[in-house]
């Protein structure tokens, strides 16, 4: 038996063609009959549109589905002009409103690296700005030195997407001088429709890490946890990694390795990690240690280590990992540190950075007052 259309599904095309129209939808099913059956197409104001297309109906399971589509303007569509659609017989009929969905803005995050004292040192100066995850697509890399625009000196940008969320790159590349003489940063700013975001860099001297590895307190749980802090450090890409009797902890079954986001003060930059390790292996005398990597130690050191021992009532070895090749102009010394072990008990917050920051002061004090001496052998 006929009865008026119960349902009406709008659809809408994704983009627009090269024609510069959009195709709008209407979908009708579950009809007992399709006799009779028209669709009307109108826009905003309310006059009809002409250029309709009505498919002639196919039967299916459950009754007849009927299909009709309209073209129009992508300049009105993405103006957010609405358009309606109407299905009716002699019984009825039923009505949809189709608009533009607003566009969800994700904001994005931003990262903004600098060049290496070894791109530099060769002449050339390379910045890549990343910015994830965002949506929609649309953006706009702006590159300025000295509030002057520089996005012409950009070498690549780079767009990819995942589950509906975009990454963008842009590669700016100057010349060694114009970045080490200026006074002013470098600036990259990404620009969303309705959000901007920018990250800034300076030039300044590299700066040697100072490295303080600190014992766990007592504790009678199951883990306890090493913190190695690494302080006053220039540029901000560092790398920290841990060794257990000389192994990665990567390699070590049941240790969980932290370390925080790089922390900017005034320009020199500090880190957080931290080593949750089994108190057996803690009370065994396992000797765990903390290697850092930074640009500003020279090649032919590679990097700083600083180890600890729950029984590290023996002089402790701090060395520098020492290699000594031919065609390596720096000399090469080993520091052996023989200090006085000194227990304490604290708590410490992981989320409290300042609780944490303090006890790394209390530390330097107490080992200043009471180290015993420094031997420092020059090997030639």
């Not at 309606?84 to 690296?113: F, I, M, Y």
Request: proline residues 4%; hydrophobic residues 35%; aromatic residues 10%.
């Amino acid at each position: 038996v006929q009865s008026a259309p119960k349902s009406l599904f709008p659809v809408w095309q994704c983009g627009s063609a090269s024609d510069g129209l959009v195709t709008l939808g209407c979908v009708t099913r579950d009809l007992a009959s399709a006799d009779g059956l028209s669709f009307i197409w109108k826009d905003a104001s309310g006059s009809a549109l002409t250029d309709v297309v009505q498919y002639p109906a196919v039967q299916a399971t459950g009754g007849y589905t009927s299909v009709s589509h309209v073209r129009v303007k992508a300049s009105d569509w993405n103006g957010n002009k609405k358009f309606t659609c109407e299905v009716k017989n002699g019984l009825g009929s039923k009505d949809a409103s189709l608009q533009k969905p607003v566009e969800r803005e994700l904001h994005a995050s931003l990262l903004l690296t600098t060049p290496t004292q070894t791109e530099i040192d060769n002449g050339t100066a390379t910045f890549v700005c990343l910015a994830t995850p965002f949506s929609p697509k649309s953006h706009t890399f702006k590159w300025t030195l000295e509030k002057t625009d520089i996005s012409n000196k950009v070498k690549e940008n780079i767009v990819s997407q995942n589950k509906g969320n975009f990454t963008a790159i842009s590669v700016l590349e100057l010349s060694a001088s114009e970045w080490t003489s200026s006074t002013s940063p470098v600036k990259c700013e990404f620009q969303q429709k309705n959000h901007n975001v920018f990250k800034e860099a300076s030039y300044g001297n590299p700066e040697f890490p100072k490295v303080y590895l600190l014992a766990p307190p007592e504790s009678s749980g199951e883990s306890v946890t090493l913190t190695c802090y690494v302080k006053d450090f220039y540029p901000k890409e560092v790398a920290v990694s841990w060794l257990v009797n000389d192994k990665q902890v990567e390699e070590v079954v049941g240790y969980e390795q932290n370390t925080t986001a790089v922390i900017d003060r005034n320009n020199l930059f500090s880190v957080y990690s931290q080593l949750i390790i089994k108190t057996a292996d803690w009370n065994s005398g396992s000797v765990f240690s903390c290697l850092v990597y930074h640009e500003s130690i020279k090649d032919c050191v590679r990097h700083i280590s600083r180890s600890i021992a729950k029984d590290s009532k023996t002089p402790t070895l701090v060395n520098l990992t020492l290699t000594n090749p031919q065609s390596c102009s720096c000399s090469t010394y080993v520091c052996i540190w023989s200090t006085e072990i000194f227990h304490y008990e604290m708590e410490m917050d992981d989320d409290n950075m300042a609780n944490t920051a303090l006890t790394f002061v209390f530390l330097f004090l107490i080992t200043l007052f009471y180290s015993i001496g420094v031997t420092v052998f020059k090997v030639k």
